[in-house]
Nanobody
């Protein structure tokens, strides 16, 4: 699976952004997908994950209630709707995919496929 993230940008605190992740390759609907983020000087951290069907989603406590992960298996797309953005959400956001038929995972070590990242900057 090849992944390409887009949709980042500069937004004021309280604003919204929608990130997209386009997938190509032989499989997509069999892959658990996730968003991670990495701020300067910090480790990559889990943001949200979604099951292959889209029926199960999990979020980091820091984004719960503000972010929504979704996917469209026909279009081979994954999304992250980010509302009520805060300056501490500033980071490079990465989309990732697990190998086929693997369960949900919160650890970046569980993901074999990564997009190139898209910068999100939230100004105060």
């Amino acid at each position: 699976v090849q992944l390409q993230a887009s949709g980042g940008g500069l937004v004021q605190a309280g604003g919204s952004l929608r990130l997209s992740c386009a997938a190509s390759g032989r499989t997509f609907s069999d892959n658990v997908m996730a968003w991670f983020r990495q701020a300067p000087g910090k480790e990559r951290e889990f943001v949200a994950t979604i099951s292959w069907s889209g029926g199960s989603t999990y979020y980091a406590d820091s984004v719960k209630g503000r972010f929504t992960i979704s996917r469209d298996n026909v279009k081979k797309m994954m999304y992250l709707q980010m509302n009520s953005l805060k300056p501490e959400d500033t980071a490079v956001y990465y989309c990732a995919a697990r190998p086929p038929d693997q369960p949900l995972s919160w650890s970046p070590r569980g993901y074999d496929y990564w997009g190139q990242g898209t910068q999100v900057t939230v100004s105060s």
